[in-house]
């Protein structure tokens, strides 16, 4: 499928040339020789802008829309109804050629981590291929199948969703063997009327291909009936000790000892972060990589390569200072997991917290950012919050919060408060790029 007039067969565009194509891209500044770039509208931009950029960059080949009337800048042009769908139908395609054993994990939280420590275990024994970074939307996954080369034996694909129906297309292109959920948390709930288990709904779409034979569900999801009863896929489950559900016993239960954490009969594994919340992304990934296969002596010693992902927890020690950087996204559960999980400071030291605002909640916002603000005042000594829907966090949190409005501010606060010894959480949304403030 890969040269250019089997592509416009396929679409039924009219294109004599039958050159080969090296590449797929949605994104002018990821065109690369030989490629075939998708002229997609957006919000602020519109790919059909970028035309001469992507030529200059040496493609071939771009899918416009049918009303497009600008210049060709030597391309060959696929005008179709409907760019966004023209992708989808060939990475259907393309997906259908393969024969990898796929899954897919969907939830609120810990997608990206659960699917890398997932990978990083499988390698043990498989060749991986997965999603990159956090590609999890419906243009992003798509993109992953055309690009994919080679053969592998296990196909990773994180799944994210902005409205009911989405994940039902993404696992109509792509249908899982095996579908996972992680927790559900009120992330992105401003379009979604019933909250949380509108929410579920979504994210149990999951399970709607009769391809999938198994779901491996959080304890905590396994709570929404429409997640644990979705599909046909018999279910496990797995959760800490502490946190199982009253539906039934779960199939993976996880403890903390002192030699390491222990999954049911498990050896003690001893993992290389903290979180409780990052220890419950690698309890899902261990218990696919047990349906896939793995002993629990391989899940033992691959567990010593997991880290988080970038920008998922991540501990940086600056200046006798500890940094948790946390700041890819937010909503009020991840936020409670990750000042539940801070390390201690040095004696006599602090613990400062940076939050920002957190997007998507709709008229429950104001109600989230005062709880979330009232949770801190447990955890932290100093309170720093930026972005408007923050300043109710600071309201509920006490005197020694302050609020900021740009993070110039913020980092200059910071610096001036934080001593050796002082523990520093940095969580926000990822649009406010709250990564920055420990750049040099």
């Known amino acids: 499928m890969r040269t250019l007039k089997k592509i416009a067969q396929i679409l039924y565009c009219p294109c004599a040339k039958d050159h080969v194509i090296q590449h797929f891209a949605i994104d002018s500044r990821q065109t690369k020789l030989g490629g075939l770039f998708f002229a997609l509208p957006g919000e602020k931009v519109d790919g059909h802008q970028f035309l001469g950029e992507v030529a200059q960059k040496n493609a071939i080949a771009a ?44 939830g609120s939280m810990g997608k990206t981590t659960t699917k890398e420590f997932l990978a990083t275990l499988l390698e043990a024994k498989y060749r991986v291929a997965k999603t990159p970074e956090n590609y999890n939307t419906q243009l992003t996954v798509p993109l992953t199948l055309l690009n994919l080369e080679g053969e592998y034996d296990v196909l990773i694909l994180e799944m994210g969703m902005g409205d009911l129906g989405e994940i039902a297309n993404l696992v109509n292109i792509a249908p899982p063997d095996i579908a996972m959920v992680t927790r559900i948390a009120p992330a992105g709930i401003e379009d979604f009327r019933g909250g949380l288990y509108a929410i579920a709904q979504a994210k149990a779409e999951i399970f709607s291909q009769t391809r999938t034979q198994l779901g491996i569900v959080s304890a905590q999801a396994a709570r929404f009936n429409t997640v644990l009863y979705g599909g046909r896929a018999s279910k496990w489950i797995y959760g800490w000790k502490s946190d199982l559900p009253d539906v039934r016993e779960a199939d993976f239960v996880m403890e903390e000892k002192v030699e390491g954490i222990v999954i049911n009969d498990s050896p003690p594994i001893s993992l290389s972060f903290e979180g409780d919340h990052l220890k419950e992304n690698f309890l899902a990934a261990a218990s696919c990589a047990r349906a896939l296969g793995l002993s629990w002596k391989e899940i033992q010693d691959q567990a010593k390569k997991c880290k988080p992902y970038k920008l998922r927890f991540q501990r940086i020690e600056r200046d006798g200072i500890t940094f948790i950087q946390d700041c890819y996204n937010a909503n009020p559960d991840s936020m409670v997991a990750a000042l539940k999980n801070l390390p201690k400071p040095a004696k006599q030291g602090k613990v400062i917290g940076i939050l920002g605002t957190m997007p998507d909640l709709g008229k429950a916002s104001s109600h989230y950012h005062k709880e979330v603000g009232s949770f801190a005042a447990k955890s932290l000594d100093h309170l720093l919050c930026i972005g408007e829907e923050a300043k109710e966090m600071a309201m509920h949190f006490g005197k020694t919060a302050e609020h900021f409005s740009e993070k110039g501010a913020v980092k200059e606060k910071l610096f001036a408060l934080a001593k050796p010894g002082d523990v520093v959480l940095i969580k926000g949304a990822n649009s406010l790029k709250l990564w920055e403030i420990l750049k040099e």
């Open 63 to 106: 899918v416009v829309r049918e009303d497009y009337s600008g210049p060709d800048f030597g391309l060959s042009l696929l005008r179709v109804d409907d760019v966004q769908s023209s992708l989808q139908t060939l990475a259907k395609i393309a997906f259908a050629t393969r024969r990898e054993k796929v899954i897919a994990i969907t």
